[in-house]
């Protein structure tokens, strides 16, 4: 049984301590974040999905890339996902988790475990870059089409190489951790890295259903993260409500049968 059991934690009408600031209609780089958000239940608004009337939609966010609305001596983002915490303004996902953390309780209390979580979720960062590059490798400004043949070279890498390598290397870190007789990556509760590694899995086996289904048998730690964190009440219920947007090729995981080996 796990030391930190799957309480329910009810969302609530209340006003939100969050606003979340990413593109309305993609799960992308945002999604770690949204994860982190439900399990722990917190009050939050995914402003660009907001109706322009309600305050938020594209504009909202656009304007706050522009600095409209930052306060005297805040950073203007570069790029979203961007959080807005009380007088906080902070952007790029592993900042983000790294802030939030220890408010929502997803990381352990000592400073050298945060360090490591942090250190972990640059890695999903690297990996996540490395997805996307399998169908963008020459250019983020020409399309797919335009880049297939490359992206075929590049995804055939990235499957024979590179992902192994970064599965390899969570799933040994999860070897680890349950010699402690923890089931998670890092400590004896459940982290916002393990939310992220979720969605690495959920992620890949949209994307490369035949390639990672090949390797899976290599890493059963981490298909059985993969499986725990799913049925969290809370992640569950996220899962299938329409807070979860669907993985398409507008994302980050994208399928392309052509690159699937």
């Not at 939100?16 to 770690?32: A, K, V």
């Not at 490359?150 to 799933?171: C, I, Q, T, V």
Request: net charge positive; aromatic share 10%.
């Amino acid at each position: 049984m796990e030391s930190d059991p799957c309480r329910v934690k009810t969302r609530t009408p209340r006003a939100p301590t969050y606003e979340l600031f990413y593109w309305p209609t993609i799960q992308g780089r945002g999604e770690p974040v949204r994860l982190a958000l439900e399990e722990a239940a917190a009050p939050y608004v995914d402003v660009a999905r907001l109706t322009k009337k309600e305050g938020g939609g594209m504009d909202a966010m656009l304007a706050l890339l522009k600095g409209k609305g930052i306060a005297k001596g805040q950073l203007r983002p570069f790029a979203p996902p961007i959080l807005r915490s009380g007088r906080f303004l902070v952007a790029q996902v592993a900042n983000i988790l790294q802030y939030l953390g220890p408010r929502l309780g997803l990381v352990p209390a000592d400073e050298a475990s945060r360090l490591v979580a942090h250190q972990l979720q640059l890695t999903v960062t690297d990996l996540f870059a490395e997805v996307h590059d399998t169908h963008h490798p020459v250019s983020t400004g020409l399309y797919y089409e335009d880049q297939k043949k490359e992206a075929k070279e590049n995804a055939r890498n990235f499957l024979s190489e590179r992902m192994p390598k970064f599965l390899g290397y969570f799933e040994s870190v999860l070897v680890a951790n349950t010699k402690s007789k923890a089931r998670h990556l890092l400590g004896a509760r459940l982290s916002y890295v393990d939310l992220s590694l979720f969605q690495v899995i959920e992620g890949l086996r949209y994307a490369f259903p035949r390639a990672l289904g090949r390797f899976e048998k290599k890493i059963p730690r981490l298909v059985e993260l993969r499986d725990r964190v799913g049925e969290r009440p809370n992640v569950k219920a996220y899962l299938a409500s329409d807070r979860r947007l669907a993985f398409s090729e507008d994302g980050i995981f994208r399928r392309y049968p052509e690159l699937d080996e």
